[in-house]
Each structure stands twice: as C-alpha cells, then as structure tokens.
C-alpha cells in the first residue's frame, strides 16, 4: 500500500443517518485527486448505529 498524500478525519457522534452519504462522497471526491489518501473516522460513543456501518 502506498503511503497516503492526505487524511480526511471525520468526527461522529449519533449520526447514522448522515453518515453513509457522508463517508460515501468524501470518498468518491478523494479518489477523484488521483491521490493515496485515508480517510479516519472518529466515534465518540455512538448510541445508534453509527459504529456497525463504519
């Protein structure tokens, strides 16, 4: 795996419902650079499901 060119960190607290389409766009948009990268996501004790869909 090549070392990443840049992180994308997003922080989460009960927001499953936005979460898919968040880490989804995030995604497509990275890839679009051409470039490595990673992308974190930081949960801080979620209650819904947040933590099984990441």
Do not use: H, K, Y
Request: charged share 15%.
């Amino acid at each position: 795996m090549t070392r990443p060119v840049f992180s994308v960190v997003v922080t989460n607290w009960n927001g499953e419902q936005w979460l898919a389409r968040c880490l989804s766009s995030l995604q497509f948009s990275a890839r679009a650079t051409g470039l490595a990268f990673e992308l974190i996501v930081v949960d801080d004790a979620s209650a819904d499901g947040s933590v099984p869909l990441i």
